[in-house]
């Protein structure tokens, strides 16, 4: 059974504590193995990565197949329906234009001193996508990860995708065609991060990993932060719906196991003004979790992490939802902007009863690749900024020079760094004669 809380209950801040608290990802045992899992890809590289193939996805590689062929990538995309091929295209049409909108402009000016000020916004040379395929196959996620690099004009796009037991979904391939992706590479996990991190015999290494993943992927990129960057923590997949009582509660059950049923480390939290409505939601997805294909999953993810809570307004939603700050978070109310406006720290919002939040994982436009284990506080959903990086520039003129240079100097001697300030002290020498 999920948890069921009352906002205006004694206990309510011990038990909505233990709520956030809980560990779903950050677990110290995951971390020890994929610690192991890096030192042993960066001992060994590409043996390293076959074996660990082998063990987790029961795969049997060689360096020469690790990377897919043009010619598999090529077979596969002839095998997709043109009812498929038609839906991706339409997602990539739509991922591509709302990311368009995110290019970032460069700048330059010239202030009062005669100083030449700006900044200037470049591509990495080369990012590793991370696309999920251990427990369900995401060839949305190749759109999610590549559209994005592809606009800001990475030069190099390694794509890494787990085959469990050989199987990989055609749509992957072709969506990886579509998108513009230049290496595939049939590996997964923490070995597939370590590889892109650190590069193997085959693989060399990118600059920036990006992309979702379960409790595996997500410590291995915080571990090899610093090395690459990393866009985010994009771990097990969570949804939180604010609905009032003027809601289908089958819809919003299946909302909640849209989430639930990535993982069993998923999570799906209802947060409602009408305990009735609550009572409601929590029949149906009782119900729908009878015939769900991947009822073990949902079922697992919502009798472990799942939790109702009741509110007495829609202001203690807001204020519990940004203690949360969830990945995704519904607003199933007659008034969804009014209640947005209080919204401070979600991945994504997902506005009004018509807005299920498939469609943002889809279709909608924004990227899926969302922060999640409350790292919506100070992160945010993929974008283009994540494959660029920005430039300063600044040129002095002689006059320029002469009017702050004299600062420079003294706070130089305030630290004590003479070489800095006689730096500055040479060029005011020779321009005083
Ligand atoms: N936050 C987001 O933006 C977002 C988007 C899409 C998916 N997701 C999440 O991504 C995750 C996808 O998970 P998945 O499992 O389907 O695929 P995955 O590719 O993330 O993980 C599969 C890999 O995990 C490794 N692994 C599994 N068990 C292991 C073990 N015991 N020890 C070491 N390594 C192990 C294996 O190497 C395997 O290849 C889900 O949690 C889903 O909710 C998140
Ligand atoms: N909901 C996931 C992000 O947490 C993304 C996704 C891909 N496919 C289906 N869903
Ligand atoms: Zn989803």
Redesign the pocket.
């Known amino acids: 059974m999920p948890v069921t809380l009352n906002a205006a209950a004694p206990d309510f801040e011990t038990a909505f504590a233990a709520l956030l608290g809980a560990k779903r990802e950050d677990s110290p045992d995951v971390d020890a193995?994929v610690a192991d899992?890096i030192a042993d890809v960066r001992a060994r590289g590409d043996a390293a990565v076959i074996a660990?193939t082998k063990k987790?996805?029961r795969v049997t590689l060689t360096p020469e197949t690790l990377r897919i062929s043009a010619a598999e990538i090529a077979a596969a995309a002839a095998d997709v329906s043109a009812e498929d091929r038609a839906a991706l295209e339409l997602a990539a049409t739509r991922i591509r234009a709302y990311h368009e909108r995110q290019l970032p402009e460069d700048a330059e000016w010239t202030d009062d001193t005669g100083a030449t000020l700006g900044w200037r916004w470049t591509p990495v040379s080369a990012a590793g996508l991370y696309v999920?395929?251990?427990?369900?196959s995401?060839p949305s996620?190749v759109l999610m990860n590549a559209i994005p690099a592809k606009v800001a004009g990475v030069p190099r796009l390694a794509m890494v995708v787990?085959t469990?037991d050989g199987v990989l979904n055609p749509l992957v391939l072709l969506a990886a065609q579509i998108a513009g992706v230049d290496e595939i590479y049939r590996i997964?996990?923490?070995?597939a991060v370590a590889a892109l991190a650190y590069g193997t015999q085959t693989i060399a290494p990118v600059d920036k990993i990006t992309g979702?993943?379960?409790a595996?992927?997500a410590a291995a990129k915080r571990r090899v932060f610093g090395k690459v960057g990393i866009d985010m923590i994009?771990?097990?997949?969570e949804i939180l719906v604010i609905a009032d009582r003027d809601n289908d509660p089958d819809w919003i059950a299946l909302d909640l196991l849209s989430q639930a049923e990535?993982?069993q480390?998923?999570q799906s939290i209802l947060i409602t003004t009408d305990p009735a409505f609550g009572k409601a939601v929590s029949a149906a997805v009782d119900k729908r979790l009878e015939t769900l294909e991947r009822r073990e999953i949902a079922g697992a993810s919502w009798r472990d992490n799942g939790a109702i809570i009741t509110v007495p307004d829609l202001d203690v939603a807001a204020e519990l939802s940004n203690r949360i700050a969830p990945?995704h978070l519904e607003l199933c109310v007659a008034d969804p902007d009014a209640l947005s406006a209080k919204i401070t720290h979600a991945g994504a919002i997902f506005l009004g009863q018509w807005t299920p939040e498939a469609i943002g994982d889809y279709v909608g436009g924004p990227n899926?690749?969302?922060p999640?284990a409350r790292s919506a506080r100070f992160s945010s959903g993929l974008s283009v900024l994540d494959f660029m990086k920005r430039t300063t520039l600044a040129r002095m003129t002689p006059d320029a020079l002469r009017q702050i240079g004299p600062a420079a100097e003294r706070l130089a001697q305030s630290e004590s760094l003479e070489a800095h300030g006689l730096s500055v002290t040479a060029r005011l020498r020779k321009l005083n004669g």
């Open positions: 193995a899992i660990l987790f996805d999920p395929g251990g427990l369900a995401y996620s787990p469990p997964g996990g923490a070995q979702p993943g379960n595996f992927v994009a771990g097990p997949s990535h993982d480390s998923a990945e899926h690749v969302l999640t």
